[in-house]
């Protein structure tokens, strides 16, 4: 899953393409808000994000699109 995550008085939107399902996520988020705690995800290269849940602006979850790029020969 594509993970879209607004931060508040930041310019940018943190992207995390995670292994975690909708559910997942939006449980983990749902907790983050509702405790005051943290929001951390780990990306498919196995690198975290942690987010502060009061700083969390909006969250967008969508499935992963990769792009595939390379080059095709003709036999």
Do not use: C, W
Request: proline fraction near 1%; charge should be negative; charged fraction near 30%.
């Amino acid at each position: 899953m594509e993970v879209k995550i607004g931060v508040t008085h930041a310019n940018r939107e943190l992207v995390v393409d995670t292994d975690l399902d909708a559910a997942s996520v939006e449980e983990q988020v749902r907790a983050a808000l509702a405790e005051g705690g943290l929001l951390s995800l780990t990306d498919i290269k196995g690198r975290r994000v942690v987010v502060p849940g009061e700083k969390i602006a909006y969250i967008e979850v969508s499935t992963s699109t990769v792009g595939k790029v390379g080059f095709h020969s003709k036999d």
